[in-house]
């Protein structure tokens, strides 16, 4: 199977992204040109996942400074700054953005004594290594995550946590991946994940191309599929984990938190170190995106609900770390009580 490249880097045209909107009907590639294209493909979704958001960031900023021709020091940080703030405004609740934006100012700092020259080729090489290594952090939760996944099992996913919401493979969708390429049998359910669907759009593509057993059924299903003993697990990706391990993720994961510790059914979350926010304490300080009603009360573009009725659109939960059984990361399992784990990890 050929890998799925959600973001690449090309030295000619740009950044070339998978648009996640056209999905699965269409695989359309989208040349984003300047600084603006980047951060308004991320407002809307067409890059989207926390990961794959941090590496669009850091080459949206490369690309925005190398178009750039400052005269001096002094108008090239004041340049930097401005493509900073441009990426950081697009979304909130994505920890990894940021991240890449730390990593991102980091390198600007200790390159901007060379030269101007110099400082545009530091910034463009340290984005496409930020893609390379979110692959091999992605391959090293797979193989850390698989030994939680029993033999034989059934797993629910919600939302997309596969190779298109990261550099390729993925963090959830990574761990399932490597159970499989391990031999296990192991069936997945997926939430189609109101209102944008990532979970019926993307997920169930991407696992489909992988030949891993997938049905899709609707947010509301889950509690009466563990009822019935139809999952034995849940696994879910995540957008920022605070430093008490409370973790935000698409809107849903939440209750699928819940629905899991009353049917006794473990509650894994997989992300990388670049998600986790020791600086923020617990879920309380972590920003919900609200996103437009139309994505609610619209389906292909025709509106549903009756003319002049608002709609609530938090795209992001917050799972307490009580209900969480364990985070997978790329430096190991960790268990309850995550403070000590997570600020030792960080
Ligand atoms: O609004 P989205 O589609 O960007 O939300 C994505 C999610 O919530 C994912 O589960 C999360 O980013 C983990 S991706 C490895």
Redesign the pocket.
Known sequence: MEEIKPIFWDDEKGIIILDQRALPREEKYLTLKNIEEVAEAIRN?AI????A?GIAAAMGVALGFKMSSPKNKKEAENIFQHLCRIITQSRPT?RNLFWAIERMKEIFGQSLDRGIEETKRSLISAAKSLLEEDLRVNRAIGENGQILIPQECAILTH???GAL??GGY???IGVIRAAWEAGKKIRVLVDETRP?L?GMRLTAWELQKLAIPVVIITDSMAGWFMAQGKIDLVL????RVARNGDTA??IGTYSLAILARAHRIPFYIAAPISTIDVETKDGRGIEIEERPEEEVVEIGGKRYAPPGVRAANP??DITPAHLIDAIITERGILYPPFEDALNKLC
């Open positions: 979704l989207r996942g926390a990961p958001i994505a939302c997309n946590a919401a990261t993925g963090t959830a944008v990532q879910c990706g995540a957008d993720n698409k795209a992001f």
